[in-house]
């Protein structure tokens, strides 16, 4: 199949030949009447009512007990990063393949990022590169699991559900509790999908999730904590939101506490989008099945999710044959104006990472010569 006919095909599957981009929001709920009611009740700011309610709204969608709104998913990481004892020196094990803000967050705690690789279905986290690197490298004391080389503790394994597809949750699950390393999912891009029947980010024991422009569902910018223990809950509403201690008029702050509250007028716009969540699922679905049937029996595959998942097909992806394939492929279609990306390149590659650890990587190269992503908007 030639690239012409596949642009063709999407630009008939979104019935236009302008400009396609890769993941536009849509705003045709109720996001006009909320922003404009918090508008009217002056509570933009820190405070409001669609805090709370967005709050109690992801607590429902992610199945967890707690939910807590903040800036954006890179600040939500930071925290969940510092809420399970990531400090100074310690190392955190994740993956090489994700977006950027994975890596910094473990950067901003002082850590180092342990790069291991990724598996070639679910593009996440390896459960079996993960045990072979404890195995080779892995010391359980009292206070902890210990790097043999580098004498640091691992204080965290930071998994992320790349564009939606869920990693083997109970298997880095097992493994987090065997070696006794607290786990965080990275859940920024997989808002709506589940693995076996649970939620992503409802497994570790915190879950962070973002509504970036670009994400299933956006606050302009936002992100959510999210964990099944009410304590480690309250605690990162409270560090999130400068440590204050309640008073009527005292300014009390008990801890080093962070700005990173999401505005009540972005909580209003996320309110909005979440009441449209399943709808845009829905129509996602929609879509995927239209690729996967273009696609089938091609020699450029559609990625589908795995058995035992339900994938939210935030962002699609192709898999192309190689690198030569892949960077012909971005430069036709992007110059007919079908957007399409690359997957991003490999952590270790960028200035900031390139001296962190880091295992074979064979599985995370074979695919970042490969994937892109191709145009994935909800067509209502
Ligand atoms: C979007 C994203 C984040 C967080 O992004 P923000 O823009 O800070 O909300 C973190 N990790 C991954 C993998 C992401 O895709």
């Known amino acids: 199949m030639s690239f012409k006919t596949i642009i063709s095909f999407i630009q008939n599957t979104f019935e236009t030949n302008k400009g396609i981009p890769l993941h536009a929001p849509v705003f045709k709920g109720n996001e006009r009447d909320y922003v404009l009611q918090t508008i009217d009740s002056t509570f933009v700011s820190s405070v409001g009512a669609f805090v709370d309610k967005a709050e109690l709204l992801m607590a429902e969608i992610s199945q967890t007990n707690k939910a807590v709104a903040v800036v954006n998913g890179t600040s ?40 291991i690789d990724v598996d070639l279905d679910t593009m996440g986290l390896s459960p079996t590169a993960v045990l072979r690197f404890l195995e080779s490298y892995g010391d359980r004391r009292e206070t902890g699991t210990y790097n043999k080389k580098t004498g640091k503790r691992i204080a965290a394994i930071l998994p992320m559900h790349t564009f939606g597809f869920p990693v083997r949750l109970d298997e880095l699950m097992k493994i987090a509790k065997d070696w006794n390393i607290p786990l ?77 509250r999401m505005p009540n007028l972005n909580a209003a716009l996320l309110c909005a989008q979440l009441e449209q969540l399943d709808l845009f699922l829905k ?21 589908r999710e795995m058995e035992d998942t339900k ?70």
Request: hydrophobic fraction near 40%; aromatic fraction near 12%; glycine fraction near 8%.
């Open 311 to 380: 994938a939210n097909y935030w962002l699609m992806c192709l898999e192309l044959e190689n690198l030569e394939e892949r960077n012909a492929f971005l430069e036709e279609t992007n110059a007919s104006g079908v957007m399409t990306r690359p997957i991003w390149q490999l952590m270790f590659r960028l200035p900031m990472f390139e001296n962190c650890y880091r295992d074979d990587q064979t599985n995370a190269v074979f695919l970042e010569e490969r994937i892109v992503n191709i145009p994935s908007n909800v067509r209502i």
């Open 76 to 115: 939500g990481l930071h925290m969940a990063l510092k809420l399970v004892g990531v400090n100074t020196g310690d190392e955190v094990i994740t993956q090489a393949l994700t977006f950027v803000a994975t890596a910094n967050a473990i950067k901003y705690c002082e850590a180092e990022p342990v790069f």
């Open 184 to 260: 965080v999912e990275d859940a920024a891009e997989s808002l709506g999908s589940y693995y076996k029947n649970k939620h992503t980010g409802s497994f570790g024991s915190i879950g962070v999730f973002s509504f970036n422009g670009n994400k299933i569902v956006t606050s302009g910018g936002g992100g959510m904590i999210v964990t099944q223990d009410l304590k480690l809950g309250e605690r990162a509403k409270h560090l999130t939101t400068t440590a204050k201690v309640p008073h009527n008029y005292e300014y009390v702050h008990d801890h080093v506490g962070y700005n990173y």
């Open 283 to 303: 129509d996602k679905r929609d879509l995927a099945e239209t690729y996967a049937s273009f696609f089938e029996n091609e020699r450029i595959s559609f990625r």
